[in-house]
């Protein structure tokens, strides 16, 4: 059964929070007049924003003209799509708020693909954009275009502030919005003449903002903790699926508690890579279409399947009618409207992932050892050696003196301790990643996990490294996506941030091909691809620039680009004849994967 | 645009979890309440919810309530109730959603609005005729200028369609319907 919206019905206001401005107690304080835009940067600064992300236009001059007045660093990116995923990035590195700014027209909706990734996956960021000025709106003026309402179904919240006296409250909503409950970004638009009026208007307390219709999470204790208690101790092949909310919710460690506790092995989705050291002995990996086939049956026999932070996606059931289908399925998230969406549920838990998980740990008993389940973990041992030994855990090819990306990526992961930031972009590059990097840590694998957005890796690694410069961090991306955004390289050597980029290059869009090889008959079209000689193109930039197309040239050209003070670029040159398995084939389920190529040697 | 007749109410009860994909596709009419703020862009938001699903909006009111900067939307919509149950998630989880509500299987009132515009009668007879089924079905002749008669009836849907049927002999003009506004009835527990 669902469970009752754990969620604060909106005539219950929030303790110390009311509605209205003119209800605050005490005197008003009144600012001393500025413009608008520096009562902008100002709220930005309360926010605790240090950097900014952003591309100058007519619209937000008047922001440029007053910003060296504010410790804000402002990277110049090349792109505004480009700014967009740097903030993204800097976001999902340090589970804070990044934030992107562009002018009104096109720079304004070069800022679309971003906010539509950082939406699909939960991602904190605000975005700040010009518009014309207010005389001007509706006027097909010059540079003018209706931001907020392309924004609307692609950000938790996006709305025009048209009086310059709500420029600071709207700030500190903003940015309320993006980070309560479930995180999502939002787009604020200023029309030109608002950052240029005066303004009294103060730093908004706590008490001033008026978000009454926001969802928050009831914080504290998971009532229903206690019927999931007694679903996992009556389980004889209990799951645990980790997705990217636990992270959100700074509860791997809970996660990981629990599992020991209560003797549960844990699956992950694309995003909930990294919740558990892929190396615990509770872990079984990364599930999904071209997840481990160990998870993937974990999923497709366990008796009790517990996901906790996902959706459901279709990248991870397949056809749902035939996923889990001997499990009775448990649905925790903070955002009601994801339960029930995808699968069948049988208990809905409205609720944060680390709530829950100290319900549970609370609930159960830390000294008894956990339930032995042998056959279950000795049947998951089994899938796992079968897994393992198939030829698509790593294609072996570079036994054969060929060059391939699974040998490529867990060469990186051995040269960084599996510790680095990894950015993959989408594609065959992402999947490689996220099998072979071998990740021991959370907020380790950033991905475009929802929408899929190719030229995600290059920029959002770069607003990543700048957020946690003393991480390492690399973009693993293929050379499709790396032509989307490779532009950024610019902004990466003017401000030497140091990302080592990998570019997985097979001259191909990669799993293009193998969609038209695999389901479409190999009737390849549009997926060859051209690209530039990108050592040179390196270079061109004045970036260290390296390649590598033998298997004995992996490792030098790995540490010749770690011992880079600033960044560095590998051009991996792959055999060409590379697919990612196993695969499960749109339509199918999760129980009907291809596991190899047919040409190869069925074993 | 004429409006469809209202399907008998379904006297469903909440099943015990909810099953997404496997739901057989049942096309229900749903009467929705929503208290929201009132500013720009709200309409928006919750229409390109419903557009995001391919729900058509089958009628929509929205007017303000008794407490300022609030407003309170009537949709009525047509579709599948697995699906509808996961939109009203999803326009809960709105900023500009104070509070949504499906108001169909619980007890409500629903009142609609129906302006007609005839041809002036062309005689007492007739001038009688349409007086009489006016007022047989509650509604009231709101103008009668030279240039024609315009009725007005209020009452629930299904009436106000029955009260359309009586009236189209004697010469209707034009139609504008309001669309349903509906409120709960609350029980006394």
Redesign the interface.
Same mark, same amino acid.
């Given at each position: 059964? %669902?469970a009752a919206?754990r *969620?604060r019905?909106?005539?219950d206001p929030v303790e110390g929070e009311s509605e209205l401005r003119t209800v605050a107690t005490g005197p008003r304080i009144v600012a001393a007049p500025r413009i608008g835009a520096r009562a902008l940067l100002e709220g930005l600064v309360a926010q605790g924003v240090t950097t900014i992300f952003g591309y100058p236009g007519g619209a937000t001059l008047p922001i440029y003209d007053v910003l060296r007045e504010f410790p804000i660093h402002h990277v110049l990116t090349r792109h505004e799509q480009g700014a967009a995923h740097a903030a993204d990035g800097w976001s999902r590195a340090t589970g804070g708020v990044g934030v992107a700014m562009a002018t009104s027209g096109p720079g304004a909706i070069n800022l679309v693909t971003g906010l539509a990734t950082a939406m699909m996956d939960s991602v904190p960021m605000v975005a700040i954009t010009g518009n014309v000025a207010r005389p001007f709106l509706g006027r097909d003026a010059f540079q003018e275009t209706d931001i907020?309402?392309i924004a609307?179904?692609i950000t938790?919240?996006?709305? !025009?502030v048209m009086d310059p006296d709500e420029v600071p409250l709207a700030i500190a909503e903003a940015f309320a !919005?993006a980070t309560t409950?479930?995180p999502g970004p939002v787009l604020l638009d200023f029309p030109k003449d608002v950052l240029q009026a005066e303004t009294s208007a103060p730093l908004p307390r706590p008490s001033d903002l008026r978000?009454?219709?926001? *969802?928050r999470p009831v914080r504290g204790d998971v009532p229903e903790a206690d019927e999931l208690v007694e679903l996992i101790a009556s389980s004889e092949r209990p799951l645990i699926l980790a997705g990217h909310g636990v992270q959100i919710a700074g509860a791997s460690d809970l996660l990981r508690a629990v599992a020991e506790r209560a003797g549960i092995p844990v699956a992950h989705t694309l995003l909930g890579i990294g919740t558990l050291d892929e190396t615990h002995p509770n872990s079984v990996g990364y599930a999904g279409m071209h997840g481990w086939m160990h998870a993937n049956k974990a999923l497709q026999h366990c008796d009790l399947l517990i996901g906790i932070g996902g959706r459901f996606d279709d990248r991870i059931t397949g056809k %749902?009618?035939t996923f889990a289908p001997h499990a009775r399925i448990v649905h925790v998230d903070v955002?009601?409207?994801e !339960?029930?969406?995808?699968?069948? %549920?049988?208990l809905?838990i409205v609720a944060d992932a680390g709530d829950l998980l100290t319900a549970l740990l609370r609930r159960i008993p830390a000294d008894d050892p956990p339930p032995a389940r042998a056959a279950w973990w000795a049947q998951i041992a089994e899938w796992r050696q079968v897994s393992e030994a198939r030829p698509w855990h790593g294609s072996g090819a570079w036994r054969d003196g060929r060059l391939s990306a699974d040998f490529v990526v867990e060469q990186i992961g051995e040269a960084t301790g599996h510790v680095a930031t990894l950015v993959s972009d989408v594609g065959q590059n992402q999947m490689w990643a996220a099998r072979y990097y071998g990740f021991r840590r959370p907020y380790a694998h950033l991905s475009s996990g929802g929408l899929g957005t190719m030229g995600y890796a290059v920029p959002a690694a770069m607003g990543a490294a700048l957020a946690v410069p003393d991480r390492e961090t690399w973009a693993i991306t293929g050379d499709g996506g790396f032509q989307m955004t490779m532009q950024e390289l610019g902004t990466i050597v003017q401000e030497q941030i140091p990302v080592r980029i990998a570019v997985l290059n097979n001259h191909k869009l990669g799993m293009i091909r193998q969609w038209q090889e695999i389901i479409y008959d190999e009737n390849y079209h549009s997926s060859e691809l051209f690209g530039p000689d990108l050592v040179r193109l390196g270079e061109a930039y004045g970036l260290a620039a390296f390649r590598a197309t033998k298997p004995e040239e992996v490792a030098p050209a790995i540490a010749a680009a770690r011992a880079q003070p600033g960044p560095a670029l590998i051009d991996f040159h792959l055999d060409e004849a590379q697919n990612v398995y196993p695969m499960m084939l749109p339509g199918k389920g999760l129980s009907d994967m291809v596991e190899q190529a047919r040409d190869e040697d069925v074993s | 645009m004429t409006a469809a007749p209202p399907a008998p109410s379904r006297a469903t009860s909440s099943t015990s979890g909810s099953s997404a994909a496997a739901e057989p596709a049942t096309q229900s009419r749903h009467v929705l309440s929503a208290l929201v703020i009132d500013r720009p862009g709200t309409l928006n938001r919750i229409a390109g919810l419903f557009r995001a699903r391919s729900f058509n909006i089958e009628s929509l009111t929205v007017a303000t309530t008794l407490e300022p900067g609030r407003s309170r939307m009537t949709i009525v919509v047509r579709g599948d109730e697995g699906h509808l149950r996961q939109v009203l998630a999803q326009l809960e989880r709105l900023i500009e959603v104070l509070e949504v509500g499906d108001l169909t299987h619980a007890p409500h009132l629903e009142l609609e609005l129906a302006l007609v515009e005839l041809d002036v009668p062309r005689d007492e007879a007739a001038r009688r005729a349409i007086d009489e089924a006016v007022a047989r079905a509650g509604g009231h002749v709101a103008d009668r200028s030279d240039d024609a008669w315009r009725l007005s009836f209020t009452g629930r849907p299904d009436d106000v369609e029955s009260a359309l049927e009586q009236i189209r002999a004697h010469g209707i003009r034009a139609i504008v319907r309001a669309g349903s506004v509906a409120m709960p009835l609350h029980i006394p527990s």
């Open positions: 059964m %669902t919206p *969620l019905p909106a005539s907020v309402g609307m179904p938790k919240y996006a709305a !025009i !919005i409950g479930r978000l009454p219709g926001l *969802l %749902t009618s955002d009601r409207s !339960i029930g969406k995808n699968v069948r %549920t049988d809905g | -």
